[in-house]
Structure formats: C-alpha cells, structure tokens
C-alpha cells in the first residue's frame, strides 16, 4: 500500500505493514528478543487485566448501581470483548510492536497515529500509576491484620487528599521498573506467577463469599435505573484495561501471527467469567449499606466482605496479601506496554532516539525504562487515584473505538493482505464495538473530557514542533516506508 503521494497532508501519511513485518524481522542489530510463548502471552494479558480493576473498582461501582453492578461488568464485559476481536484480527494482519498504535498508523496514517498513542500512553502510564496508588490501602490492610501496623497516612496519600506524598505507590513503580530492565523473559516468568496466585485467590474468594449468600441483598436490583448501571459500567472498564498489552510486544512473542490472537480471546474469556462470578459473590454477600460502610472507612472491599461473612480475618487477611501480588503485576504489565509504545514511536521517528535504544545484555530498552518508570512514580507519588483512573478510560475507549474503525477501514484498504484471524459477523461486530465504545464515553464526566482535550492540544503541540519533521516517513525517500532501526547500545 503506498502512502499519500506528496500533494497530501503530512499528517495523512500511512506506513506500509509489509515494510514494517519485514524491519521487524529484518533487523540485525537491537532486535528484541523473541522469547514469549503463548502461555506467557496469555498470562501477560491476565496479569494486566486481572488487579485493580477487581479488586478496587467493585467498590466504587456499586454505590452507583447496586447489585445491578453484575450487569455492568457484563456490558464492560461485551465492549472489551468486541474490541479484543478487532485488535486480534489486526494483530494477526501486523503482527509488529505498537499495538493499535501501529494499525492506525498504517490505516489512517500518521496524524492518527500520534493522537492514539497519546491515548495509549494514558491507557498504560496513568493506569500504572493509577493501581500504584491504590497498593498502599491493600498494604495496609495486609500490614494491619498481621502485624497490626498501618504507614501513616501522610506518606499514603497525595497532597490533594491531606498527605504529603503516597510512597509505596512510588516504591512499587521503581522496583517493577528494575524488573523490566532485567529482561521481558524474566519479567514474563514472574508475571505468570503472581497470575497463577491472584487468579486462585479470587477463585477462593467466589468459594468463601457464596457461603454468605442472602437472595434479599440483590433488592433492588438497580435503585438508581438503568442510569446508575451506565455510570457504573464506565466506571468499571478501568477493570478491563490491559488486554491490548498483548498486542503492544509482538516483535518479542514466538509465532505472533498465532498467538498474538489466541491469547487476546482466552485472555478475555477468563477475565470476564471471573468477573462475573466476584460481582455476582459480593453484592450477594454485603449488601449496599455494607459497600457504603466500606467506602466511608476506606476498607479493602473484598477483603471486608469475606470478614464479615467469616467472621474471622484469615481469609480477608490472604486477599489482601494477594491483592498487593496482583497490583504489583499490573504495574508491570502497564509499564511494560508504555515501553513498548514508546520504543515504536521513536523507532517511527516521533519520539527522540533514546527511547529505541536496546541493551545488548538484557535486549530491553534501558533509557526508555527509566525514563517512563521515572515519570509514573511522580504522577502516582502526587496524584489521586480517581482523577488518574477517568482519564484512563477515556484514553483506552478512544483507542478501543478506533481500532473498531480501522477493521472496517483496512478490509476495503487491504482486502488482499494475509489474515490468519477474522472478526466474526464482519462488519456487524467492528461497528457494535464503535457504538458501544462511543456510549461508554458519553457516560464519563465533563472534567475529564476537558482534560483528555488538553492531552490531545499537547500531542498536537510535541507533533508539529518534533514529530512531523522527524518522522520516518517525512525523512525517508520513499513516502510508504518507516525503517528506522534500534540503537544498540552497551
């Protein structure tokens, strides 16, 4: 596919996939390493997606929607899924790093490009530092039962909320940015690890809450309507960010073509299975007065429903030690992703040189490591958790909806490009995903529609004073190529 002849806007240029699948096999020096097979993949879409998300959002949705939050998870649930179709069918046609980043800028070109990977970089880097900030109310729930010691609440909360600085959210992210610098194996290996134990955990708590069950606490089923279901189910998406993580890492996974796609589907259907069953076990164990008890005293949520409904503190007490594994995984994951998008980005030329440059003893981009893990401990040391986790979701949706898009956009663009993944019902499905990604959005606040359009006023900014002159594709002799290769450094 050629790009735009040289009469076109600059920001419509597009990338050619076949040039971009043959730079990523091509390139002898900084390669990153193949090294993930799809259980690895698989795990490393669970341990994104599986955190926070449940572990947090349960208690902050419910109050808006009452025991109807079993039915935003599975509209949450429903727009995930139809996205994950869409990003398995492009991952399988590109199978290169970047994830919806790279679809983009080979459907809609570069302009686009940028404007997604600004979402992105909202999607992973506030997201990271979104569950950092939150590890320190689970730390201190697993501290205080066992030990029967709690930090102060100067060093776990922001200034705006009366502290100083949330530290062990700032803790977390450099040590789960030490861990990248080792290695995406060795971050991969940990990773399916902590997924084994949080997903056993949630699974013992389904077990343990069940036995609490009382049919009287779903009534009402949905006390403020169907209103409250949709706040509520935008809200809880932020459970479901993460599962595009697969897609960002596909110059380091074994058979992408294969597996890129089967992992995103089994990644999903897990996660939002045992979604279901937690919501499900929860709103049936406490009751709505019990959640607004939660929220008031700033309680773990699962943790205090299996408390009650034991009447002891043991199985609270490893909840919450699991909670801080599994947060500690999703910070991870979203790190890694930040990475990697960045590594494509300046690879295209949008970005400076140090975010490509490879390690030759550990094939990871150090510089570009540091620099993000830098930047996310000071957003999550400073600011609270609810202004970082809205922004979140607009970015993701945004990014979500346009994948949607660019399925439809590139089967009439590419009709003959290999796709070993097809979307089911095409193009039903691709545009039930637009709609409900689209609806999701409307849903969110005012306030962070004003911010995400000054995220956007920024990127607009860095990419008329950087990006458009050094873009590959502007730099290049020939329009439809971006080529630029990794720096290999020592």
Same mark, same amino acid.
């Given at each position: 596919?050629?790009?735009?002849?040289?009469?076109?806007?600059?920001?419509?240029?597009?990338?050619?996939?076949?040039?971009?699948?043959?730079?990523?096999?091509?390139?002898?020096?900084?390669?990153?390493?193949?090294?993930?097979? *799809?259980?690895?993949l698989t795990a490393l879409g669970l341990g994104s997606v599986i955190g926070t998300g449940i572990f947090f959002i349960l208690g902050t949705a419910v109050p808006q929607s009452g025991p109807g939050v079993i039915l935003s998870f599975v509209i949450a649930g429903v727009t995930a899924g139809l996205a994950s179709l869409c990003f398995a069918e492009l991952a399988s046609a590109i199978p290169v790093s970047g994830s919806s980043y790279t679809y983009v800028y080979c459907i809609f070109g570069e302009g686009?490009?940028?404007?997604?990977?600004?979402? *992105?970089?909202?999607e992973y880097g506030l997201s990271a530092a979104a569950i950092s900030v939150s590890w320190g109310m689970y730390l201190n729930d697993f501290t205080s039962s066992v030990f029967g010691f709690t930090f102060p609440q100067a060093l776990v909360s922001s200034p705006s909320e009366g502290g100083i600085l949330n530290?062990?959210?700032?803790?977390?992210?450099?040590?789960? &940015?030490?861990?990248?610098?080792?290695?995406?194996?060795?971050?991969?290996?940990v990773n399916f690890i902590m997924v084994i134990a949080k997903v056993a955990v949630l699974v013992m708590f389904v077990a343990v809450a069940f036995t609490a069950f009382d049919s009287g606490n779903l009534h009402p089923f949905a006390p403020h309507g169907m209103a409250g279901i949709n706040a509520a189910t935008a809200s809880i998406f932020f459970a479901y960010i993460g599962f595009d993580t697969i897609s960002t890492g596909s110059e380091e996974v074994k058979n992408p073509q294969r597996n890129i796609p089967l992992a995103i589907i089994i990644a999903l259907v897990i996660v939002t299975t045992l979604y279901v069953l937690v919501a499900v076990a929860a709103v049936g164990a406490a009751s709505l007065t019990d959640f607004d008890r939660y929220n008031a005293t700033n309680?773990?949520?699962?943790?205090?429903?299996?408390?009650?409904?034991?009447?002891?503190?043991?199985?609270?007490?490893?909840?919450?030690?699991?909670?801080v594994i599994?947060?500690?995984?999703?910070?991870?994951?979203?790190?890694?992703?930040?990475?990697?998008?960045?590594?494509?980005m300046s690879r295209d030329g949008l970005l400076p040189r140090a975010f490509r440059r490879v390690n030759t003893g550990t094939s990871t981009p150090i510089s570009n490591t540091v620099m993000v893990g830098a930047a996310v401990a000071v957003v999550a040391g400073f600011v609270p958790l609810t202004t970082l986790a809205d922004l979140t979701s607009m970015g993701t949706l945004v990014a979500f909806g346009i994948v949607c898009l660019g399925v439809i956009v590139f089967r009439r663009?590419?009709?003959?490009? &290999?796709?070993?993944?097809?979307?089911?019902?095409y193009p039903v499905t691709p545009l039930i995903g637009v709609l409900f990604c689209a609806f999701l959005i409307t849903q969110l606040s005012n306030v962070v529609f004003?911010?995400?359009?000054?995220?956007?006023? *920024?990127?607009?900014?860095?990419?008329?004073?950087?990006?458009?002159?050094?873009?590959?594709?502007?730099?290049?002799?020939?329009?439809?190529?971006?080529?630029?290769?990794?720096?290999?450094?020592?």
């Amino acid at each position: 596919m050629a790009a735009p002849g040289k009469s076109s806007p600059r920001w419509t240029r597009r990338v050619s996939p076949e040039v971009l699948i043959a730079a990523a096999e091509q390139r002898a020096e900084g390669r990153l390493k193949r090294s993930m097979s *799809l259980t690895q993949l698989t795990a490393l879409g669970l341990g994104s997606v599986i955190g926070t998300g449940i572990f947090f959002i349960l208690g902050t949705a419910v109050p808006q929607s009452g025991p109807g939050v079993i039915l935003s998870f599975v509209i949450a649930g429903v727009t995930a899924g139809l996205a994950s179709l869409c990003f398995a069918e492009l991952a399988s046609a590109i199978p290169v790093s970047g994830s919806s980043y790279t679809y983009v800028y080979c459907i809609f070109g570069e302009g686009a490009a940028v404007a997604v990977a600004w979402c *992105l970089l909202l999607e992973y880097g506030l997201s990271a530092a979104a569950i950092s900030v939150s590890w320190g109310m689970y730390l201190n729930d697993f501290t205080s039962s066992v030990f029967g010691f709690t930090f102060p609440q100067a060093l776990v909360s922001s200034p705006s909320e009366g502290g100083i600085l949330n530290l062990p959210a700032m803790v977390l992210v450099g040590l789960c &940015t030490l861990l990248l610098i080792r290695g995406t194996s060795t971050s991969a290996t940990v990773n399916f690890i902590m997924v084994i134990a949080k997903v056993a955990v949630l699974v013992m708590f389904v077990a343990v809450a069940f036995t609490a069950f009382d049919s009287g606490n779903l009534h009402p089923f949905a006390p403020h309507g169907m209103a409250g279901i949709n706040a509520a189910t935008a809200s809880i998406f932020f459970a479901y960010i993460g599962f595009d993580t697969i897609s960002t890492g596909s110059e380091e996974v074994k058979n992408p073509q294969r597996n890129i796609p089967l992992a995103i589907i089994i990644a999903l259907v897990i996660v939002t299975t045992l979604y279901v069953l937690v919501a499900v076990a929860a709103v049936g164990a406490a009751s709505l007065t019990d959640f607004d008890r939660y929220n008031a005293t700033n309680q773990a949520v699962l943790s205090a429903v299996l408390n009650e409904a034991t009447g002891t503190h043991v199985w609270g007490s490893v909840l919450a030690a699991t909670a801080v594994i599994s947060i500690f995984s999703v910070v991870l994951v979203g790190l890694y992703g930040q990475t990697r998008i960045m590594y494509s980005m300046s690879r295209d030329g949008l970005l400076p040189r140090a975010f490509r440059r490879v390690n030759t003893g550990t094939s990871t981009p150090i510089s570009n490591t540091v620099m993000v893990g830098a930047a996310v401990a000071v957003v999550a040391g400073f600011v609270p958790l609810t202004t970082l986790a809205d922004l979140t979701s607009m970015g993701t949706l945004v990014a979500f909806g346009i994948v949607c898009l660019g399925v439809i956009v590139f089967r009439r663009q590419r009709p003959d490009i &290999t796709r070993p993944f097809r979307v089911p019902l095409y193009p039903v499905t691709p545009l039930i995903g637009v709609l409900f990604c689209a609806f999701l959005i409307t849903q969110l606040s005012n306030v962070v529609f004003i911010a995400f359009g000054c995220t956007m006023l *920024l990127a607009a900014i860095i990419y008329l004073v950087h990006g458009r002159k050094n873009s590959t594709l502007a730099t290049s002799s020939q329009g439809d190529t971006t080529t630029a290769d990794s720096e290999k450094v020592q």
